[in-house]
Each structure stands twice: as C-alpha cells, then as structure tokens.
C-alpha cells in the first residue's frame, strides 16, 4: 500500500512539475504587480519591479496663498515648496551632458572586416543599350554588435570581357541621388567628375541591425558595345571603438544587351565576394588608407539618412529548450500514472 501511494506522489510531482515551470514567469508577474520584489532584473524599470514615476504635485497646504486684497506683494507663501528638490527623487534624470565623442585624427586599422557592409539591392543582370534608366539601391547595414559612426560609399564599374578594349565602350553611366540638394550626381561615366566615385556619400550613426539606403540609377547609351561588367562596392568604416578599415569587396555582375534587344524577364544581379584579381588589386589599394579617418567626417560628404532596421528573427534560445524539458517531463509524468495504474489493477486481479 506505501509503495502505491509513493508511486502516486511521483506521478503528480512528475505532471505538475512543468506546469510550475511555465506558470513562474506568471507568478513573477503578479509579484511585481503586488508591489513585492521582483527575483530577476527586467531591463527599464526601478527599485520595487515597477516603471519610475513622475514627480507628483505637493499636496494643496503647500501652494502659494493668494495676497490679500490691497497688499502690494503678490509673491507665494514662504511655506511654498518646488515640485521636486535637486538631487531627490526616483527618476531624477543626470544634470550633466551626455560626453560628445570626437573622431581621432587617426585610427587603430583592421583590415577586411564587416562592420558597415556594402551592397547592391535591384541592379537588373542585363541592360539593353538605349533603354534609358534602372534604378536600383545602394545599402550599406551595420553587421557588426557596436555602433558604426561612419561608413563612406564607394562603386567601382570594371570589365573583365575578352571582346572589350576597355570598360568605356559599355558606354554606361550610373548617378546617385543626393538627398540634401535633392539633385542626381553622376559618379561613373558621362559627367562625372574624376574618381567620383569614391567616397561619394557617407552614412553616419548605425546602430546594430540597422541599415541605409542611397538611391542610385544606370543606363547603357545607344552606342553601347554588348558585352559584360561589374561592380565592386566597399565602405570605409569608423566604429565606436576607434578602429577604422574596409568591408570585403563585393562584386556585381551585368551584362549590356546590343539596341533592340527584348532581355525578357530580367533578375537582379547576385552579389558575391570579389575574387578576381582586379577585385584583389582594389582591396589592396583600399588598405593604404586604412588608419586614416574617413572622409565623411569633414563635412564635404553628403550624408545618406538611416532608412531602417533589419527584422529580428527567433526568439531566446533558453524558450525552446526549457519547452523542450517541460515537454519530456509531461511525458514522463502520463507514464508513471500509467505504471501505478498498471500496477492498481495488477493487485486487484
């Protein structure tokens, strides 16, 4: 009979045990909104579990009295109190600025490491010469788990088409839009300035996950030789460690269709790290400027605006596990009820 009801007990214990597990996190709650302490920290709230209050009123005795008919002063009562004294109170905020951080004239150099990654978002894989415009996106997202201060834009337009002499016969030009003067700059081919189209804009203050967006277009003209190209994109980044240096090359590549031509339906082009000896040659050349501090930073770089941030995917990865223990415990529990009753039945026979 003792061995019965110990079997018993087990079997409860087993079936409640992961039901207290998950009701914790419930109890927890209700503790916190009786005013007890609450057993872990929360993140954003003070003291008792609950979120700081303002500052309230002084109660009604402590307001200034009206003057008296025909007196000549019409100040509060001595009695009169400020709604809050310097230096009390739960959610006083700090007096003192926030410290301005300034840019070192040199930075400790890293060297082929994402922190603003750079990228090519709707460039179409083929272009018909003549056809006017494309538009497509210029992103640069914050990977790294610090602040990125300044990330500046770089695009390289290059060949590498045994039937081409040089990448000008491609006769392709690509402009980016300039927010602050609300006008398109040609950064390759006709109109633009000599290397234009390095550190042709800068992004500024990204926090983890977040990302900008630099609209840009490209048109092949009618003149335009068929055949292919690319396009390298890297950003010369400063973090808020006060380390500088390049995101690993990318590459694009498209490819220019004679006049006339219907390209059907046409993807965009598929990045990939750049591993060509061109994209080797642009990354070395990139690392000389590594440890200087970036461009944007004087001012002569137009800024593009933070356009959003990445969706974050999952959940705590403790959910899964402990819902994963809860689980097989249930189990657990139904089969030792199953043995007792087993056993009950086995007596009574």
Request: net charge positive; charged share 20%; with cysteine.
């Amino acid at each position: 009979m003792k061995l019965h009801r110990a079997l018993a007990a087990a079997a409860v214990t087993a079936v409640v045990g992961p039901l207290a597990l998950f009701a914790a996190p419930s109890a927890s709650a209700a503790n916190a909104a009786d005013g007890q302490p609450a057993p872990a920290f929360t993140g954003g709230v003070v003291g008792n579990g609950q979120h700081p209050q303002p500052p309230t009123q002084e109660p009604s005795s402590a307001k200034p009295s009206p003057a008296a008919p025909g007196s000549a002063s019409a100040s509060p009562a001595p009695s009169a109190k400020p709604t809050q004294e310097p230096g009390k109170g739960t959610a006083s905020p700090s007096a003192s600025p926030s410290p301005v951080r300034t840019r070192p004239t040199f930075c400790s150099p890293i060297f082929d490491v994402d922190r603003g990654k750079t990228g090519l978002r709707g460039l179409p894989s083929r272009i018909v010469a003549g056809s006017g415009w494309h538009e497509f996106t210029y992103r640069v997202t914050n990977v790294a788990k610090l602040k990125v201060m300044e990330t500046d834009l770089n695009i390289a337009l290059g060949t590498a088409d045994p039937k081409l002499q040089d990448v000008a016969e491609l006769a392709v030009t690509v402009e980016w839009y300039n927010p602050v003067t609300h006008a398109w700059k040609p950064v390759e081919g006709v109109g633009a300035d000599f290397m234009a189209s390095e550190d042709f804009a800068t992004v500024k203050n990204l926090k983890p996950g977040e990302y900008a967006d630099a609209r840009m277009r490209i048109k092949a003209g009618e003149k335009a030789k068929a055949g292919t190209g690319y396009f390298f994109t890297n950003g010369y980044t400063w973090a808020e460690d006060d380390k500088c240096g390049f995101d690993e090359i990318s590459q694009f590549d498209f490819t220019v269709l004679p006049a006339g031509t219907k390209p059907g339906k046409v993807d965009d082009a598929k990045g990939r790290t750049g591993s060509s000896d061109e994209a080797k040659k642009q990354q070395q050349k990139q690392h000389d400027k590594v440890g200087q501090k970036p461009a944007g930073g004087d001012g002569r770089l137009a800024e593009v605006p933070v356009s959003g941030k990445l969706a974050e995917t999952g959940s705590s990865s403790m959910l899964p596990a402990a819902a994963g223990i809860g689980g097989a415990a249930v189990v657990a529990g139904a089969a030792a009820v199953f043995v007792v009753r087993r056993r009950k039945a086995g007596s009574a026979g």
